[in-house]
């Protein structure tokens, strides 16, 4: 049985501000929060070589990607340790080309072809670098870490 009704009024959905940049859509609810732009800070760095590379802007096309691939389900498999397999020029292009200078190909670029990959005895984790430009891996993973996987006992593991 019911006892009461609740007061609808005061329960309106709380009115969010929304802001865009670069054509992304943002909406806040906290009416305490500083204007995007103030948020997005040092971050618009980024976002705008990403999304202003040329005049043309960014365009984002609706839809799926499905790929079927006629492979062995191992190298599918693998795919969830890491990203060795995947030659920088081609999966991950969009990016690598977001960094360049207008005035670059991908041409003047020498990405790293060697690494080892890596995978934890336990719940199906992993990682992989390249460990063919030492500089690379020390910018990206540290000396700590970079000496662990090429000169300790880790490495000799792997090898």
């Known amino acids: 049985r019911i006892l009461r009704v609740p007061e609808k009024e005061g329960m309106e959905p709380a009115e969010g501000r929304v802001e865009t940049y670069k054509g992304l859509i943002f909406a806040n609810w906290d009416e305490n929060a500083v204007d995007?732009?103030?948020y997005l800070g040092e971050a618009k760095f980024y976002m705008d070589h990403m999304l202003d590379r040329t005049e043309a802007g960014t365009e984002a096309i609706p839809g799926v990607q499905k790929w079927v691939?006629?492979?062995n389900w191992k190298f599918a498999a693998e795919q969830f340790c890491s990203d060795m397999?995947?030659?920088g020029t081609t999966s991950h292009l969009s990016g690598i080309l977001a960094g360049l200078p207008e005035d670059h190909e991908m041409a003047d670029l020498a990405p790293p072809t060697v690494g080892k990959q890596y995978r934890a005895s336990w719940g199906g984790h992993g990682s992989g670098f390249y460990v063919g430009d030492p500089i690379l891996m020390l910018?990206?993973?540290?000396p700590k870490v970079t000496s662990y996987w090429t000169e300790g006992p880790a490495s000799e593991k792997a090898a």
């Open 69 to 71: 691939i006629p492979c």
């Open 139 to 142: 910018a990206i993973m540290g």
């Open 85 to 87: 397999y995947h030659a």
């Open 36 to 38: 995007l732009d103030t």
